[in-house]
């Protein structure tokens, strides 16, 4: 059976207190409860990943990471690996643009997806242009030359476990989320470049989600797009109210799809 689409909630350094991460899990709760039409996964810093697995339990809620490490273990000081991520949760991050901005490279990512992938943890590859490089016209060069370089270690075996997200690095936590056209282009370059990589039976499989200033009041016209298999939501994340209304929306739109 394919993969459902997947509504990933990407906390960031976000929200200061295990108390509040507690509140705004428990506020998703019925809401991703009530429908088994989208996964909906959730992203919380590090730091409380673990109470938060807890109250996970029997909800049906996945959870992630934001970054991993490649190495399984030693003496790399910070770093949480991939080889640790997959006894905990199922999902990570890796190549997000805020971790790109940071000095972050293609190279860099290649092998946290590798890694990632390999622990059989979902994976989620973002990529995406810049303000400058969309307004020069470099928007489709840029995705195609990112998935290209950040997929270097992927293979055929990994497509149901890999997403790949479009995510305008000018539409994140900007307010100004991208023309669904323009996503619509974008997310079918990012398909193509990864079927050329992986074949396409593998590269029909991957799922392509669109990230970026996504709210309740702008999913459905994304989820609606042809083979958008979802969203990766930051700021609209952390309020519960808004983000039961997104997994709603998304599942009402998805379960027309199937009929
Ligand atoms: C993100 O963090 O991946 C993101 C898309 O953020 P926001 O929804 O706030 O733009």
């Not at 390999?118 to 928007?139: F, M, P, R, Y």
């Not at 990994?158 to 479009?166: G, K, Q, T, W």
Request: proline share 4%; charged share 20%; glycine share 10%.
């Amino acid at each position: 059976m394919a993969n459902k689409p997947v509504l990933a909630a990407n906390w960031k350094l976000n929200p200061t207190t295990a108390g509040e991460a507690a509140a705004l899990v428990q506020g998703i709760v019925e809401a991703a409860r009530n429908q088994d039409r989208v996964t909906v996964a959730i992203f919380p810093p590090f730091l409380w990943i673990l109470g938060v697995l807890e109250l996970l339990e029997g909800t049906g809620i996945e959870l992630g990471a934001q970054d991993c490490f490649w190495e399984p273990s030693g003496p790399y000081t910070g770093e949480v690996s991939a080889a640790m991520l997959a006894g905990v949760c199922q999902w990570v991050i890796v190549g997000h643009s805020e971790r790109r901005a940071m000095g972050e490279t293609d190279e860099v990512v290649a092998r946290k997806a590798g890694a990632a992938l390999a622990a059989k943890l979902s994976t989620i590859v973002c990529v995406g242009e810049n303000q400058e490089q969309h307004d020069a016209g470099q928007a489709a060069q840029v995705v195609t030359a990112q998935v290209g370089a950040s997929l270097a270690q992927a293979s055929a075996d990994d497509s149901e476990r890999l997403v790949l997200a479009y995510e305008p690095v000018w539409a994140i936590g900007t307010g100004k989320n991208a023309d669904p056209e323009h996503a619509y282009k974008q997310m079918r370059l990012i398909r193509d470049a990864a079927t050329k990589l992986i074949g396409p039976k593998a590269g029909q499989n991957v799922r392509v989600v669109y990230g970026g200033s996504v709210n309740a009041a702008n999913v459905e016209q994304y989820v609606e797009l042809p083979q958008c298999d979802g969203c990766l939501v930051g700021g609209a994340s952390l309020k519960a109210d808004e983000f039961s209304t997104m997994i709603r929306s998304t599942a009402g739109v998805y379960s027309a799809a199937v009929q």
